[in-house]
T-cell receptor
Framework: AQTVTQSQPEMSVQEAETVTLSCTYDTSESDYYLFWYKQPPSRQMILVIRQEAYKQQNATENRFSVNFQKAAKSFSLKISDSQLGDAAMYFCAYRGSQGNLIFGKGTKLSVKP | EADIYQTPRYLVIGTGKKITLECSQTMGHDKMYWYQQDPGMELHLIHYSYGVNSTEKGDLSSESTVSRIRTEHFPLTLESARPSHTSQYLC?????????????FGAGTRLSVL
């Protein structure tokens, strides 16, 4: 069975600085998708970024980028130029052949002004 | 934000009551999902549907039931609520097309059973 591990329950970053959130996963599949979702307090969970396992190039979305290391089964999220609105729970998720998402326990990110 | 709606947002009820959590989406998505999330914890899939009249149980065992009579509507029902059902319930949907791997989430229903 696939598992997703986020080893940082909480992280803190100064506004305008860069922070990296860690995620590792375990799978025997070769074709899958990885996601980072953001859940602001009392608001909807939204997709931050997505990575297809067959693509070697790391995905980027504006200030958000990933470091995808397939062999190491690592999928970290880098947030550049952090803003107060980035404060939220961040969940790493895996989607394999079964089609359903498997989530990590999440990392709570605080942004200090 | 995605067009997926959950009502009520908050619900406090007594033990033994029957409740239905509503979830509707206006995106025409075939696939819909229900997750259970305890505070500060990960999401666990409890039910999913690949279309009308299709429902499946998820990875986490749940005493709740679901139905999918219309594409846009995926309600979750608890016949007799208990304190152990206290949690947040999130509904999601996804497209079967090119964006099929992206799930869109509702704002959630926070349920408290006294």
């Amino acid at each position: 069975a696939q598992t997703v591990t986020q080893s940082q329950p909480e992280m803190s970053v100064q506004e305008a600085e860069t922070v990296t959130l860690s995620c590792t996963y375990d799978t025997s599949e070769s074709d899958y998708y990885l996601f980072w979702y953001k859940q602001p307090p009392s608001r909807q969970m939204i997709l931050v970024i997505r990575q297809e396992a067959y693509k070697q190039q790391n995905a980027t979305e504006n200030r958000f980028s990933v470091n995808f290391q397939k062999a190491a089964k690592s999928f970290s999220l880098k947030i550049s130029d952090s803003q107060l609105g980035d404060a939220a729970m961040y969940f790493c998720a895996y989607r394999g052949s079964q089609g359903n998402l498997i989530f990590g326990k999440g990392t709570k990110l605080s942004v200090k002004p | 934000e995605a067009d997926i709606y959950q009502t009520p947002r908050y619900l406090v009820i007594g033990t033994g009551k029957k409740i239905t959590l509503e979830c509707s989406q206006t995106m025409g998505h075939d696939k819909m999902y229900w997750y259970q999330q305890d505070p500060g914890m990960e999401l666990h899939l409890i039910h999913y549907s690949y279309g009308v009249n299709s429902t499946e149980k998820g990875d986490l065992s749940s005493e709740s039931t679901v139905s999918r009579i219309r594409t846009e509507h995926f309600p979750l029902t608890l016949e007799s609520a208990r304190p152990s059902h206290t949690s947040q319930y999130l509904c999601a949907s996804s497209d079967g097309g090119l964006a099929k791997n992206i799930q869109y989430f509702g704002a959630g229903t926070r349920l408290s059973v006294l």
